[in-house]
């Protein structure tokens, strides 16, 4: 037994020195195993690819939210929690303007991109702005208007646009497999880890006080000569100067809907037209409703 341990130890330093190429004593041989040790994948990435990895990761994961915000708000468009006339296409409309608006923002968070320094990972960012490059006209081209024709199929194209926006391959966990250096940026990132969330939005502050007293109260009957202001709590069709306009007052967004025109104000403030004939002004809003200014155009 003593004979063979002999024998394999001689035939594993035989090894390791034909392996390391040094043909000296011991000291030498040392040296040269605690430099093999070290591989070039163990330095540390650069600031800026733990940046750009960490905005790519950002980018996508928006993409994915978007991709399960629009499942879920298709899911109610086709049964509304909420009663109430046209309850479905104002759902589609507002779905109509925020969804092409997010994925746009995500398109113009990649463009914002400067080259990496990595070319697979350059190529990846390349190829999402490609798909996304396919798809935006098409969003784009969806007006709020065609939810009140056909609010399912006119939600259902965009989503399925939406869905068709899955990672390019090879994605960035293969590329991270093949790469060292992106794998130690990815390490780094925090926007890559599993359970990383954006950060919240500061809300906008409520609105100090009240509603202001509207001068006829919701009597729409009052902006039959086009001149009116009235408060709107939920819904309300109002013909003013002989134009018959639907409003609908939810949170803090406003839809207007006279014959095939749709338009929608967010927040406290803002106006709208319909040619000629009418316009409408936001006077001021909160969780109450609205209190709305008709004037002849």
Not at 50 to 62: P, Q
Not at 176 to 197: G, M, S, V
Not at 271 to 293: H, P, S, Y
């Amino acid at each position: 037994m003593g004979g063979k341990r002999g024998s394999l130890a001689v035939l594993a330093v035989g090894l390791v020195l034909t392996v390391t190429g040094c043909g000296g004593g011991a000291e030498g041989s040392g040296a040269s195993d605690k430099g093999s040790a070290v591989p070039t994948s163990s330095r540390s990435p650069s600031k800026e690819l733990v940046r750009w990895v960490g905005d790519l990761c950002e980018s996508t994961a928006a993409l994915k939210t978007v991709r399960s915000d629009s499942a879920a708000d298709l899911k109610e468009i086709r049964n509304p929690e909420r009663s109430g006339p046209n309850a479905a296409e104002h759902l589609a409309s507002r779905y109509l303007i925020e969804t092409p608006w997010a994925v746009e923002e995500v398109q113009r968070d990649l463009k914002d991109l400067d080259p990496s320094g990595v070319s697979a990972a350059d190529g990846l960012r390349d190829a999402w702005l490609k798909k996304l490059g396919r798809v935006m006209p098409e969003l784009e081209e969806m007006s709020p208007a065609a939810a009140f024709e056909d609010a399912e199929g006119s939600a259902e194209k965009v989503d399925k646009l939406v869905r068709s926006l899955t990672s390019p391959d090879p994605d960035l966990p293969e590329l991270t497999r093949k790469d060292p250096r992106l794998k130690a940026a990815q390490d780094d990132a925090e926007q890559c880890a599993p359970d990383w969330k954006p950060p919240e939005e500061t809300p906008a502050p409520d609105p100090s006080g009240p509603l202001p007293e509207a001068a006829d109260g919701k009597n729409t009957d009052a902006c039959a000569d086009g001149s009116c202001e009235v408060l709107v709590t939920s819904h309300a069709n109002v013909t003013a100067n002989g134009l018959t306009v639907d409003i609908t007052v939810e949170e803090q967004l406003t839809t207007f809907r006279s014959g095939g025109s749709v338009m929608q104000l967010g927040g406290q403030s803002g106006e709208v037209e319909f040619g000629d004939d009418l316009k409408i002004t936001i006077v001021a809003q909160n969780e109450e409703g609205a209190v709305l200014e008709f004037t002849p155009g």
